[in-house]
């Protein structure tokens, strides 16, 4: 756990509102058929239409990928470059006009680029998760905790969160980029044709962007490209620090989002699995007050009190898997074998959501969480510059 996933500066946050209303407004007035002025980058007027169309969503949403030689960031459509951003991020962008993209960088800061310059994926529109769910049109987004001068927890012997987290994500990803088998029993997950590969899997940051996968990213960036992705799940994945109790069983927690529906089915199937995975491993296992499946509501507000959950629009949840602060935790996370089984788990969570109505286990009701005084500097946030040759 950490203050990281806590709210950001008030300043950034208000103009991210500012632009996600004006993208929302957007989406709504075209939605009814109706371009309107107010949404100032709107340019051209369709002829009138007697009928409306159906609402076509999700066509103005979508993920730029970055590609090699990086791409370009302009102040606006047709008017100046300024910046060549890192090859191998992804830029969500939640409004098109025409060739331009409005995209959010990693600095929680809105930017264009040229569709030209970048590869697009279009916002997926899947149906909901329940059984009959076609996985190979699956869209999961997933968010290994942290980066660069945000290192997450770090354990006595010096591993860090980031360094783990982003490991654990890809591992998750290969899973999910070939059919598989699985031992629901056991949790063995073996080639097979069981479960098919997913339609499409994208990481907030990994060893193809900047300095291998490094690099600092905002709140508000991580659920934007979730929302732009139009995921059918959100996982971000953690671990813990700061344990109050030893435990018979390791301390997983995974907080779920209180505003998306099916976020705490998620989180109670990904605790679930983890338990299953974990339970051929053997540690002084920590944890806290409560274990499984939690969410924490911010007194003032009544919302979600972390920001990434708050603002995710589907099925979102934060993994903490078990104390990288306690010494044979940390050790047990140093290991591969321990991170593939934290990935076999999430996988099969997610395997499990999507495709069933299944329950999971350990889902507990929302608790009430002051906020913490303390919060993260949030001083300046660099965007990754593509190295010039
Ligand atoms: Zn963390």
Redesign the pocket.
Known sequence: ??L??AGRGRPILIALSAVSAIALFAIAVSALGVRSAAAEYVTTFPPAQTQQPEPEASVDAGIAFVPDGGAQLWDGPDRDAYFTIHEGVVLPYMHRQGDWLLVTTMCNETSWVNAADVETQEQANNPAPGPGFDLSEAMIVLDP??GDRDW??VGPGGLS?KAV?LDIAERVRELMSVSQSVDWDTGAITPGDEVPAFGSVILTRDRNGPNEGDFELGLGYRSTVANAAGADAFVSI???TVPRFNTDIPGSEVYYAIGAEGSDRLAGLIYQELLLSFSSFHADWTGGELLGARARIDPDTGDDYYGILRRATMPSVIV?GVYISEPEEEALLATPEFRQAYADAVYRGIVRFLSSDDNGAGVNDPELFPLDAGTVSGNGCDLPAQPSE
């Open positions: 756990m950490d990281q996933l905790g942290h997450g927890g969160e987290n953690h671990n813990n903490e």
